[in-house]
């Protein structure tokens, strides 16, 4: 490892403090790609489609020219970001400079973590799709509300438009599955003895994913220049300098101004339960769509770098939609109930996809391709409860009784 990699590695870093917190050995072993088969074969290929995708596209195009509506550019989706932005601003204002009291800070804490995780849903995630505006510009500027949340749009746009949008589901190249040695997710992963308990403890590390994408995350891909096993290219010129402004305006708007109004302690306490809050809402509506008992977990052809299924058989059979009824929830997650469409199509504004679903289940009825979805929002938390439970207890492989602590095999490239 040179020694450029060794300085840069959090991964060598993380595993490093905890042997010495535990006491073992001082000097770490590298840790090893998780699926080094995935690396090997390099880029993955789909099945040949039966037509399946084809009809999808052009049925949806029909109802767009048949109404004649633009997939992007909606009156709702401006005045709904108009909302958006408004309860973030009122929630911001009134806890950093209207809030007197404990109670007044833990409402507005949790209204400004609702606000947050609604522009998260909607704003910037339909603008870093592409799905906000026919102008680049202005999908650009709405995309960078992330980057006000403190999370990088440019790292995001890989991380989810191109990795997990293409891989769903697939251990070692959906890095949105990945959650270390802390959760068991997919089958293809490691159990560790704690995962049997994952399905109670996970949802309180579910809130730890604001200040990971604060802290870490981005920094670490940026400076590894990876995101599971694909390469990124690092940001340079306008890129660069929009990450580290968006990062700078965040600090400044989450710990700074605060901290000239209120005690520093008292600023941490309220920003980290803002962001715990931001962090579970984020990571639950995400886990329902993907990581519940309906959802394919597909492994690869043996031998070689092939998918079983073609792209949109995939996109369909490894995401799961849930409330599709329920109209404030819709109005809320920006659509994100209605992942299969999204995942489908996710350069289309999400106003228009309950009406698509009624096309998409139409043509997977067609083409024999299973189409899911929970009725109730209760019905998919009890699905991830169960599928957590069920990747938690002892599986027939050599990696059932691996040891917490001591036999993590990081994924990350050697």
């Known amino acids: 490892m040179s020694r450029r990699n060794f300085l840069t590695d959090f991964n060598w870093w993380s595993h490093y403090f905890r042997a010495l917190h535990w006491g073992f050995p001082r000097k770490p072993r590298r840790p090893v790609w998780k699926n080094q088969e995935l690396e090997r074969q390099g880029k993955l290929e789909f099945a040949s489609d039966a037509g399946f995708h084809g009809e999808l596209k052009r049925r949806v195009h029909e109802y767009f020219h048949h109404l004649g509506l633009s997939p992007r550019d909606s009156l709702r989706m401006y005045l709904k970001t108009a909302a958006m932005l408004l309860w973030f601003s009122a929630s911001y204002a009134l806890l950093v400079f209207a809030a007197t009291s404990w109670w007044h800070g833990m409402l507005l804490s949790f209204s400004l973590a609702l606000a947050m995780a609604g522009i998260g849903f909607t704003i ?7 799905a906000y505006s026919r102008k680049g510009a202005i999908n650009h500027l709405m995309g960078m509300t992330l980057d006000m949340l403190g999370a990088s749009s440019y790292v995001w746009r890989w991380k989810h438009n191109v990795f997990h949008h293409t891989y769903p589901n697939l251990s ?12 068991r997710l997919s089958p293809a992963q490691p159990r560790y003895r704690i995962h049997r308990f994952q399905q109670f403890y996970l949802w309180a590390l579910y809130g730890l994913l604001g200040p990971k994408w604060h802290f870490v995350d981005d920094f670490k891909n940026v400076m590894q220049a990876r995101i599971a096993r694909n390469r990124v290219p690092r940001p340079r010129g306008w890129r660069l300098l929009e990450m580290t402004g968006g990062k700078a305006l965040f600090f400044s ?8 109004f209120h005690r520093w302690w008292v600023v941490l306490l309220f920003y980290a339960i803002t962001a715990f809050v931001v962090g579970v809402i984020l990571s639950v509506v995400f886990q329902l ?14 031998g070689t770098n092939q998918v ?37 199509f996710p350069k289309v504004c999400h106003v228009h996809y309950p009406h698509l679903s009624v096309i998409v289940r139409a043509v997977c009825a067609e083409f024999g391709v299973r189409y899911t979805a929970h009725d109730r929002l209760l019905g998919a ?17 050599p990696q059932s009784d691996a040891s917490f602590f001591t036999t993590y095999r990081a994924e990350t490239s050697l």
């Not at 910037?124 to 592409?130: C, L, P, R, S, Y």
């Not at 070692?172 to 959760?183: K, R, T, V």
């Not at 769509?289 to 043996?302: G, K, T």
């Not at 699905?383 to 990747?391: A, V």
Request: include cysteine.
């Open 289 to 302: 769509a993907h990581c519940v008992e309906e959802a394919d977990f597909p492994q690869l052809l043996p």
């Open 124 to 130: 910037q995630h339909d603008a870093n799709h592409g």
């Open 172 to 183: 070692g190249a959906d890095d949105d599955i990945d959650l270390g040695p802390f959760g």
């Open 381 to 397: 938390v009890c699905s991830h409860w169960r599928w957590l439970r069920r990747m938690g207890r002892p599986t027939a492989t």
């Open 308 to 344: 079983p299924s073609a792209w949109a058989v995939h996109q369909v059979q490894t995401t799961v939609d849930f409330a599709p009824r329920n109209r404030l929830l819709t109005w809320y997650l920006g659509g994100l109930n209605f992942q299969i469409e999204h995942h489908l």
């Open 253 to 260: 708007l989450a710990l700074v101004i605060p901290a000239l």
